[in-house]
């Protein structure tokens, strides 16, 4: 038996603590960069399984229409914007929901569409290529870059006119909406023109 007990490695308890330390202290040191990889964990980015939920919802001080919701389960955001298939899908439904809240009206020629500013995607942008397709749809105009970003940050952004349609009721599409903001700033631009706004989005993105 004490033959046996010899030949055990009997740990260095300081060797043991310091190592502990160590570990410890790459920790601590890693707390920003587990957070930033976070940000490039698709496990974790807000996704849609394209449940029908229309929905009236008021965020930063404004009214908009969003035909689904953010869900747990479905495909993320960036999939959905990098599937080209998904502009004619977002069209069409988005067509038939603005048809079925505005009704007849639309017709009459009063009525256009526009989307709010590129801002990281300059070429085929998302929002814009749906947009260009809903208004073919209804048949009505729709105007590009109507306005334009002074500041890059989506909280308290602002934005330039660029034109103004000579319509009097304008819907404003936005594929996605989070916080309001982004329409907030639009509805601020446009304001002293005295148009009727109508706030359409694909997906209110948050729960």
């Not at 300081?14 to 587990?34: N, T, W, Y």
């Not at 919802?57 to 960036?78: I, M, N, P």
């Not at 009063?110 to 070429?123: A, D, E, G, M, Q």
């Not at 073919?136 to 105007?143: M, N």
Request: contains cysteine; glycine residues 6%.
């Amino acid at each position: 038996m004490g033959e046996l007990l010899s030949e055990i490695e009997v740990p260095d308890i300081g060797s043991a603590q310091l190592a502990l330390k160590d570990i410890q202290a790459k920790r601590e040191q890693d707390i920003f960069a587990e957070q930033k990889r976070k940000g490039w964990d698709k496990t974790v980015e807000a996704r849609c399984d394209f449940t029908p939920r229309p929905r009236l919802t008021r965020r930063s001080g404004l009214f908009f229409l969003s035909y689904w919701q953010k869900s747990v389960y479905g495909r993320t955001l960036t999939e959905i914007k990098a599937d080209d298939s998904m502009v004619p899908f977002f069209a069409g439904t988005m067509k038939s929901f603005i048809s079925d809240i505005i009704g007849p009206d639309l017709s009459r020629g009063s009525w256009c569409i526009i989307t709010t500013p590129k801002r990281r995607h300059l070429v085929k942008n998302f929002a814009t290529r749906i947009s260009e397709q809903i208004a073919r749809l209804l048949g009505i105009p729709f105007y590009e870059d109507v306005c334009t970003c002074r500041t890059k940050q989506r909280v308290g952004a602002i934005f330039d006119v660029q034109q103004v349609p000579d319509e009097q009721n304008i819907i404003c599409f936005d594929d996605f909406v989070t916080t309001g903001q982004t329409l907030q700033a639009m509805l601020r631009a446009l304001e002293p023109y005295n148009k009727n706004l109508l706030f359409f989005s694909g997906i209110n993105n948050k729960l």
